[in-house]
């Protein structure tokens, strides 16, 4: 089975990680690019990326799915 | 990922990726953050520069009061600070305390040394009259005032019957105080 690696900023976040938006004023917006990485020898197809709820924290620029990542992509 | 947030507690949203390949078929991280009040700049100070009081036509006390910003504020009796409008700048005041107008005046001075007379300011709004140029200092008695011009001279100003300003200078030995 395939492994994925999912990074933000620099920092591999596990299953079960938190990632900290920080502290943003009101009235501004911070973003945050989230990567994943296909760590497995062969192709992984991504089927989904999901927020519980959307709302003040939201999805930008997320790629069409499914999308399969071929190896190290 | 975007992060608008609002007033408020904390924030927080799992974000789920999703495959069939992966060993576990998905991967759970939550994203979490705190929207926060900007910080308010503090106010411009308002201390107070210079005061003055003044007997109104209903023969009640008033202080008037010239803050750091250069705004003047009148007060009558027991009501709260009214600022009086048309006027900024302002370095120095002094009223006349005759009660009945028209020889009810108040002068001030503001930063660039120019003297005026106030006709009307329990409206609140001021009726002004330039009087002088290069004023330093400015003192007022029952129905007449002083003024200290930078060069030393000394002049003095009286009502007419119309509440205008009469001007008459005084002869000086050199930088005698209004």
């Known amino acids: 089975m395939q492994e994925i690696e999912v990074k933000e900023g620099g920092s591999v976040l596990a299953s079960g990680a938190t990632c900290d938006l920080g502290n943003v004023t009101v009235g501004e917006r911070a973003t945050r690019t989230i990567t994943v990485t296909n760590k497995g020898e062969s192709a992984l197809l991504v089927s989904g990326i999901d927020l519980d709820r959307e709302g003040e924290i939201s999805r930008v620029n997320v790629p069409a799915l499914p999308r399969s990542l071929a190896p190290g992509e | ?178």
């Open chain 2, 1 to 178: 990922m975007k992060f608008t947030p609002a007033a408020g507690a904390d924030r927080s949203a799992k974000l789920t990726i999703e495959s069939d390949d992966l060993k576990h078929p998905t991967v759970d991280i939550t994203l979490s953050g705190r929207g926060i009040e900007a910080v308010k700049p503090p106010p411009p100070p308002r201390r107070i520069t210079a005061v003055g009081a003044k007997i109104a036509v209903d023969h009640t006390a008033a202080a008037l009061v010239a803050r750091s910003d250069g705004t003047l504020w009148y007060r009558q009796s027991r009501s709260v600070y009214q600022q009086v409008h048309g006027l900024s700048e302002v370095e120095a005041v002094a009223a006349t305390t005759k009660p009945n107008a028209p020889g009810n005046r108040v002068y001030v001075i503001t930063n660039d040394g120019s003297l005026w007379g106030l006709d009307s300011i329990v409206s609140i709004v001021a009726r002004r009259e330039k009087v002088l140029d290069g004023v330093i200092d400015v003192s007022a008695g029952w129905d007449h005032a002083l003024a200290l011009k930078e060069d030393g001279r000394v002049f003095a100003l009286a009502t007419t019957s119309l509440g205008s300003a009469a001007v008459k200078g005084i002869r000086t030995p050199g930088s005698t105080s209004a």
